[in-house]
């Protein structure tokens, strides 16, 4: 009797752990489908003077510094990092390893935050105006799969703000609108699938880029509720990879610029590989770019 409902328990839990794997497999084909959709061949067009002679002094600054003259314009960008990641101010620092892809189109960020039995794997993007986050305890167990329009809005303000790491999507010719504040803080006014998004840069004297500020989507009030919600960090070091200069070290976190600064995310790039050919030419993410609608 005992052997049978121990049987019967077993077998149970083996069908469950099945289904779980099923589906994890089946959430990860769709993240590395999207991925490979988001890697685009470098554009013929190299990046001249001409392409920024309208702009305001420190925005032309910036980008000589971002871009070497006679440089591919990149339509995306593939990137590795490491770094740590903590769920709210009072808990501890955790480690955390991902790879991102990010292109004129949306992003994937795939990543491993915390070790051992503890270990969340999952991913977040945006792409095909579809914003979703999803992460699993171990890789099997899921804790979070949320895809709604509060996802899609904060998703389109992370979009955004990691286009600092492919500033040729940043560019005029992508419909992007630059003012300047004054000779340190310059402003890119954008749309990303008809969403309005405006980043502030601070930037030095030679335009390397101290500070990233914007507004972003999120829950992070003391109701819980969403609204827009300051949010950037700092750069600590930068890299030059075939022709661009981005950010190699930087904090990042909600409420930047305030007192109530909740600081929870500390990454550095480790590569950065601007011209990789798609794997699958026949297949493109659907629509145009975001950007411009």
Same mark, same amino acid.
């Given at each position: 009797?005992? @052997?049978k409902?121990?049987?019967?328990? $077993?077998?149970?839990?083996?069908?469950?752990?099945?289904?779980?794997?099923?589906?994890q497999?089946?959430?990860?084909?769709? =993240?590395?489908?999207? #991925?490979?959709?988001?890697?685009?061949?470098? @554009?013929?067009t190299?990046?001249?003077? $001409?392409?920024?002679?309208?702009?305001?002094?420190?925005?032309r600054?910036?980008?000589?510094?971002?871009?070497?003259?006679?440089?591919?314009?990149?339509?995306?960008?593939?990137?590795?990092? &490491?770094g740590?990641?903590?769920?709210?101010?009072?808990?501890?620092?955790?480690?955390m390893?991902?790879?991102?892809?990010?292109?004129?189109?949306?992003?994937? #960020?795939?990543a491993?935050?915390?070790?051992?039995?503890?270990?969340?794997?999952?991913?977040?993007?945006?792409?095909?105006? &579809?914003?979703?986050?999803?992460?699993?305890?171990?890789g099997?167990?899921?804790l979070?799969?949320?895809?709604?329009?509060? =996802?899609?809005?904060s998703?389109? *303000?992370?979009?955004?703000?990691?286009?600092l #790491?492919?500033?040729? =999507?940043?560019l005029?010719?992508? *419909?992007?609108?630059?003012? @300047?504040?004054? /000779?340190? +803080?310059?402003?890119?006014?954008?749309?990303?699938?008809?969403?309005?998004?405006t980043?502030?840069?601070?930037?030095?004297?030679? $335009?390397k880029?101290q500070?990233?500020?914007?507004?972003?989507?999120?829950e992070? +009030?003391?109701d *819980?509720?969403? +609204?827009?919600?300051?949010?950037?960090?700092e750069?600590?070091? /930068?890299?030059?990879? @075939?022709?661009? +200069?981005?950010?190699?070290q930087i904090?990042?976190?909600? #409420?930047? $610029?305030?007192? &109530?600064?909740?600081?929870?995310?500390?990454?550095?790039?480790?590569?950065? /590989?601007?011209?990789?050919e798609?794997?699958?030419?026949?297949?493109?993410?659907?629509?145009?770019?975001p950007?411009?609608?």
């Amino acid at each position: 009797m005992f @052997a049978k409902v121990f049987f019967s328990i $077993g077998l149970l839990l083996a069908i469950a752990l099945l289904i779980l794997v099923i589906l994890q497999l089946r959430n990860e084909q769709e =993240v590395n489908r999207i #991925w490979r959709l988001l890697l685009t061949a470098p @554009a013929e067009t190299r990046f001249t003077e $001409g392409m920024i002679a309208e702009l305001p002094p420190p925005a032309r600054r910036y980008f000589f510094h971002a871009i070497a003259p006679g440089t591919p314009l990149a339509t995306s960008v593939s990137l590795e990092m &490491s770094g740590s990641f903590r769920m709210e101010r009072d808990k501890p620092w955790i480690p955390m390893r991902a790879q991102e892809i990010i292109s004129a189109k949306g992003f994937v #960020w795939k990543a491993a935050i915390g070790h051992g039995l503890f270990q969340f794997i999952g991913a977040d993007y945006y792409a095909n105006k &579809s914003g979703r986050m999803q992460f699993s305890l171990g890789g099997l167990i899921p804790l979070v799969n949320a895809h709604n329009p509060d =996802v899609k809005r904060s998703s389109i *303000g992370r979009f955004a703000g990691e286009l600092l #790491w492919l500033p040729s =999507v940043l560019l005029p010719q992508h *419909g992007v609108s630059w003012q @300047a504040i004054d /000779e340190r +803080t310059i402003q890119a006014s954008l749309k990303i699938d008809g969403e309005p998004v405006t980043l502030t840069l601070v930037i030095d004297s030679e $335009g390397k880029v101290q500070k990233i500020s914007f507004p972003r989507w999120g829950e992070h +009030t003391d109701d *819980g509720s969403f +609204t827009y919600i300051p949010f950037g960090g700092e750069v600590q070091q /930068e890299q030059t990879f @075939a022709g661009f +200069t981005i950010p190699s070290q930087i904090s990042l976190g909600w #409420w930047f $610029g305030t007192d &109530s600064y909740l600081e929870f995310f500390r990454g550095k790039i480790e590569r950065a /590989e601007f011209f990789k050919e798609a794997e699958d030419r026949g297949q493109e993410v659907e629509g145009s770019s975001p950007l411009k609608q």
